[in-house]
């Protein structure tokens, strides 16, 4: 079994920052890409930021500048720094990784189950 555990969201005043982390647990032999979506209410949920094993990443063009995303695969965790929010960045936000459980396994997807980021006064 496999466990994405997602920490660190919040109420944060507009302008204000939050960092976001994202462990994977459990029977792992690889994580190819880890990565960061939202979802607003009455929104489909959309990619945000994108980290590969060998640290390329991508962001979405309404984060670029404002929130960095890192890794640390020692720990198969993944980190998400949000800076200069704003209130349209109010979501709850899922980690999302791609990995093999074994050498010979086809690549899974697995999701954590969450954190809600609020960005008002």
């Known amino acids: 079994q496999v466990r994405v555990v997602e920490s660190g969201g919040g109420l944060v005043q507009p302008g204000g920052s939050l960092r976001l982390s994202c462990t994977a647990s459990?029977?792992?032999?690889?994580?190819?890409?880890m990565g960061w979506y939202r979802q607003a209410p009455g929104k489909e949920r959309e990619l945000v930021a994108a980290?590969?094993?060998?640290?390329?990443?991508n962001y979405a063009d309404s984060v670029k500048g404002r929130f960095t995303i890192s890794r640390d695969n020692a720990k198969n965790t993944v980190y998400l720094q949000m800076n200069s929010l704003k209130p349209e960045d109010t979501a709850v936000y899922y980690c999302?990784?791609?990995?093999?459980?074994?050498?010979?396994?086809?690549?899974?997807?697995?999701w954590g189950q969450g954190t809600q980021v609020t960005v008002s006064s």
């Open positions: 459990g029977r792992i032999f690889s994580i190819n890409t």
């Open positions: 980290i590969t094993s060998g640290g390329s990443t």
């Open positions: 999302n990784a791609d990995l093999r459980s074994r050498s010979y396994y086809a690549t899974t997807s697995h």
